[in-house]
């Protein structure tokens, strides 16, 4: 299927004229399309169900895609089968009956990369409360973990050298997810310049984060930070930390990571409402997010 998705790009360079940042949209969406046919063992287009397109679809909806990047992908999948129709390789189009997801009249809560620039510029970096600050937000982002992962991380759920954290995320479930150059300098400067001197409260129990009377920092005082730089960054949507989540995952997936890869770095137990998730190697992991994060350097 490699080769028709190459012909159909072909034909959108050639006749249909279309700019190279759109054929290269076209070209990633379809490159994880055909990835994930593959997972599930379907290898002719022929053999493709309008169920196999819909699985996808919520898949990229479980990862947090934005319903704008959803109906792109689904628009990708859409003219893919209508070429091949129309080329007569196969006379069935398995989108032929589905609807493309609708598109929110509210904006999306997905931060562009631009917003995740501002809101970490309006950090004073100077400060013991600004250098904790930027290293939470830069671990948010680099990392997709939820809050509630965040505010339990311990100082010994973090291997630099190895650049992945430790996570313990729903029903206990241990994961490991790398994060970038950015945050891990982020997160050495934090805790040499601010949690050394935290600790001498004696409250920290080993937590990573901690707020600046030295105890476990909350969710809600997580949640409070973020308001704080959003509003400084003068940024209108609602941005939660759970935002941080959604938009480390659109980021990959708009860069052409692996659907399992992301998923697998979310914490997430299913690739589809029909295939149990294999667990996938740690390199590959941290070459997916060293490739294609934003942040990564």
């Given at each position: 299927?490699?080769?028709?998705?190459?012909?159909?790009i072909?034909?959108?360079?050639?006749e249909?004229n279309?700019?190279?940042n759109t054929?290269?949209?076209?070209?990633?969406?379809?490159t994880?399309?055909?990835?994930?046919?593959?997972e599930?063992?379907?290898?002719?287009?022929?053999?493709?169900?309008?169920t196999?397109v819909?699985?996808?679809?919520?898949?990229?909806?479980?990862?947090?895609?934005?319903?704008?990047?959803?109906?792109?992908?689904?628009?990708?999948?859409?003219?893919?089968?209508?070429?091949?129709?129309?080329e007569?390789i196969t006379?069935?189009?398995?989108t032929?009956?589905?609807?493309?997801?609708?598109?929110?009249?509210?904006?999306?809560?997905?931060?562009?990369?631009n917003e995740?620039?501002?809101?970490l510029?309006?950090?004073?970096?100077t400060?013991?409360?600004?250098?904790?600050?930027?290293a939470?937000?830069?671990?948010?982002?680099?990392?997709?973990v939820?809050?509630?992962?965040?505010?339990?991380?311990?100082?010994?759920d973090?291997?630099?050298h190895?650049?992945?954290i430790r996570?313990?995320?729903k029903?206990s479930?241990?994961?490991?997810?790398?994060?970038?150059?950015?945050?891990?300098?982020?997160?050495?400067m934090y805790?040499?310049a601010v949690?050394?001197?935290?600790i001498?409260?004696?409250?920290?129990?080993?937590?990573l984060?901690?707020?600046m009377?030295?105890?476990?920092?909350?969710?809600?005082?997580?949640?409070?930070?973020?308001?704080?730089?959003?509003?400084?960054?003068g940024?209108?949507?609602?941005?939660?930390?759970h935002?941080?989540r959604?938009?480390?995952a659109?980021?990959?997936?708009?860069?052409g990571?692996?659907?399992?890869?992301?998923?697998?770095?979310?914490g997430?137990?299913?690739?589809?409402?029909?295939q149990?998730?294999?667990h996938?190697?740690?390199e590959?992991?941290?070459?997916?997010?060293?490739?294609?994060?934003?942040?990564y350097q």
């Amino acid at each position: 299927m490699q080769d028709l998705i190459q012909d159909f790009i072909n034909y959108l360079k050639i006749e249909r004229n279309l700019a190279g940042n759109t054929i290269d949209a076209y070209q990633n969406d379809l490159t994880r399309y055909l990835q994930f046919l593959e997972e599930k063992h379907v290898n002719d287009v022929k053999l493709v169900s309008m169920t196999d397109v819909q699985n996808f679809v919520g898949c990229l909806s479980d990862v947090g895609l934005s319903a704008r990047s959803l109906a792109r992908n689904f628009s990708s999948i859409r003219m893919f089968h209508r070429f091949l129709v129309s080329e007569k390789i196969t006379d069935i189009d398995p989108t032929d009956q589905l609807q493309s997801p609708k598109l929110p009249r509210h904006l999306p809560n997905v931060l562009d990369l631009n917003e995740i620039e501002l809101i970490l510029e309006t950090i004073d970096y100077t400060t013991s409360k600004g250098m904790r600050d930027r290293a939470i937000i830069e671990t948010l982002y680099s990392t997709g973990v939820r809050v509630s992962e965040l505010t339990m991380m311990k100082m010994s759920d973090v291997f630099f050298h190895e650049g992945v954290i430790r996570v313990i995320g729903k029903g206990s479930k241990e994961r490991i997810v790398p994060f970038g150059h950015q945050a891990s300098q982020k997160i050495k400067m934090y805790i040499t310049a601010v949690r050394s001197v935290l600790i001498r409260y004696q409250k920290s129990r080993d937590f990573l984060f901690l707020n600046m009377r030295g105890g476990p920092l909350s969710r809600m005082g997580v949640w409070k930070i973020i308001q704080e730089y959003v509003r400084l960054a003068g940024i209108r949507k609602k941005v939660s930390p759970h935002v941080f989540r959604h938009s480390f995952a659109t980021h990959l997936l708009e860069g052409g990571a692996n659907l399992r890869a992301v998923q697998e770095m979310l914490g997430h137990s299913d690739i589809s409402t029909t295939q149990i998730y294999t667990h996938l190697d740690r390199e590959f992991l941290i070459e997916q997010h060293r490739t294609f994060h934003p942040r990564y350097q």
